[in-house]
């Protein structure tokens, strides 16, 4: 069984944009840009040979105000930039209750039994609390990205970072202080 590292994608990869104080993802490629160290965060991962796959909520599609082509077309460019596994989309809205949309575990689950993953020794980065809270229900290490919409006070993650950079860093050491078990090498 290996390890994965479990990434948010809008705030924890990319910008997100705020209006009116309520959070929105890139509605098109055009206005897709990674945040400052993405690329070499996830890169580190990769050298340790650490699952990178991205859970993402993307619920606008179920509410009308975007494609599902769309969200895939942005899903797509991210994965052509950075180095990862897979990317997991649930495009439900909340009132749909389905068993993929954070903060339920569905999403990472899927991914586990795709990929043979040991949840128990794997980690969830995000941004919101509902992200903390899903990889609590799948077992994971916790890091919040601390931003002033993560709601902190909703969860208690095992962990907070500023951003992907230093919750990569956290991980790595994380990972170097735990005894030598030859199953999760």
């Known amino acids: 069984m290996q390890r994965a590292v479990f990434l948010d994608r809008d705030g924890v990869l990319n910008r997100v944009f705020v209006r009116d104080g309520v959070t929105y993802p890139p ?7 990674l945040l400052p160290g993405v690329v070499q965060a996830v ?6 040979n650490l699952r990178r796959i991205v859970v993402t909520n993307q619920p606008d599609v179920a509410r009308g105000t975007q494609t599902r082509a769309m969200v895939e077309q942005v899903n797509q460019q991210i994965a052509a930039q950075l180095p990862l596994d897979d990317i997991v989309t649930c495009f439900h809205d909340n009132t749909d209750h389905c068993a993929c949309r954070k ?6 689950i899927l991914a586990a ?6 949840l128990a020794h794997s980690f969830m980065v995000g941004d919101r ?11 994971c290490y916790t890091i919040l990205i601390m931003t002033p919409y993560s709601q902190a006070a909703r969860c208690m993650p095992d962990a907070a970072a500023a951003n992907l950079p230093e ?3 956290h991980i790595i050491e994380h990972i170097r202080k735990e005894p030598h078990d030859d199953a999760n090498a």
């Open 167 to 169: 919750a990569v860093q």
């Open 103 to 108: 903060p339920r575990p569905g999403l990472l």
């Open 43 to 48: 890169r580190t991962l990769a050298q340790h």
């Open 113 to 118: 039994q795709r990929y043979s993953l040991d």
């Open 27 to 33: 509605a098109s490629i055009a206005e897709l840009e």
């Open 129 to 139: 609390w509902s992200d903390i809270v899903a990889g609590q229900a799948a077992g």
